[in-house]
């Protein structure tokens, strides 16, 4: 049987990311867990979500980074989230240089699909939960649901099926309104 999913974009959902104290995540010590995250996947995993993140790493591209700095920085992420008992179960990412035109950099929905094929997801189900445009409109092409989070959600043209100014109050708003 096919279980539901949240994706969540990475930078500015999951982690801080443009702030006075972290311009660009290209290092583990780039890396700073935004309030309330741990807590909001862990309220995800008890509510029967796989949770996955979907990040588009075109520092890789450009060569800010390169793909082993890209796995540190996962793991630090994972390792944070753990201290909730929170689990991402898996991740994808996408390395391309922006405007490459590839199948798997946001707004294109090759990531969720691939996860979804991979993990047996109900995409009519599940959510994706971004801090830009270009996250809901991946989302929206995969088919699945859409969540804009974070200050910018009132500076764009509001597309999502749900607003809210974190990830936090996402889980919050499922704990309080799923049969689960």
């Known amino acids: ?9 990475r930078d500015g959902v999951i982690n ?25 996947i862990n309220l995800f995993n008890h509510l029967g979500y796989k949770v996955f993140v979907v990040t588009n790493q075109g520092g890789i591209g450009l060569g800010y980074m390169n793909e082993a700095a890209l796995h540190q920085v996962h793991q630090r992420m994972k390792e944070e989230i753990a201290e909730f008992h929170g689990v991402i179960d898996d991740i994808a990412y996408c390395p391309h240089k922006p ?13 969720i699909y691939d996860l979804a ?29 859409t969540i804009l989070v974070g200050d910018r959600r009132h500076a764009q043209q509001p597309t999502a099926d749900l607003e ?17």
Request: net charge neutral; proline share 4%.
């Open 164 to 180: 809210f100014k974190d990830l936090w109050h996402v889980a919050h708003y499922f704990k309080w309104n799923t049969n689960t």
């Open 117 to 145: 094929r991979k993990h047996a997801i109900d995409l009519r189900h599940s959510y994706m939960v971004g801090d830009r445009e270009m996250d809901i409109e991946a989302g929206k092409k995969a088919g699945v649901n």
């Open 16 to 40: 801080e990311v443009l702030t006075e104290r972290v311009k660009f995540v290209n290092q583990p010590e780039d890396f700073y867990l935004l309030d309330g995250v741990g807590e909001a």
């Open 1 to 9: 049987m096919k279980q539901p999913a949240m994706f969540l974009d």
């Open 99 to 111: 405007h490459a035109n590839c199948a798997c950099r946001k707004p294109q929905p090759q990531m």
